[in-house]
């Protein structure tokens, strides 16, 4: 059993930066790949971006993030970062972390994740 817990979120302008932290607790983290999902308002949660476990440390993104947004993971500290610069008010949503050992083609869906946390919020706003 893996637990997860979200920090860092809160209200920013556009334009300004925030990092948000998921720290684990249980099992084997380091084996882990470790996505970050969102959900807007009114909206499906969709994939952001993940980290693979098990040495690899390959990075994922999705397209509208690429370049703005970075993943980084600490396994001695049992937590994965998600550094988000240029924020607009298209990133407002509620950010998950969530952690699994999905294959190449879930790596981007939900059931390829097994735990997750319980959310926080993200607001962009003037």
């Known amino acids: 059993q893996v637990q997860l817990v979200e920090s860092g979120g809160g209200l920013v302008q556009p334009g300004g930066s925030l990092r948000l932290s998921c720290a684990a607790s249980?099992?084997?983290?380091?084996?882990?790949?470790v996505g970050w999902f969102r959900q807007a308002p009114g909206k499906e949660r969709v994939f952001v971006g993940a980290?693979?476990?098990?040495?690899?440390?390959?990075?994922h993104y999705e397209d509208s993030v690429k370049g703005r947004f970075t993943i980084s993971r600490d396994n001695a500290k049992k937590t994965v970062y998600l550094q988000m610069n240029r924020l607009n008010s298209e990133d407002t949503a509620l950010y998950y972390c969530?952690?699994?050992?999905?294959?190449?083609?879930?790596?981007?869906?939900?059931?390829?994740?097994?735990?997750w946390g319980q959310g926080i919020q993200v607001t962009v706003s003037s």
């Open positions: 249980g099992g084997f983290f380091s084996r882990y790949t």
């Open positions: 980290v693979r476990g098990s040495g690899g440390n390959t990075y």
């Open positions: 969530a952690a699994g050992q999905p294959i190449l083609s879930q790596l981007r869906l939900e059931p390829g994740y097994n735990y």
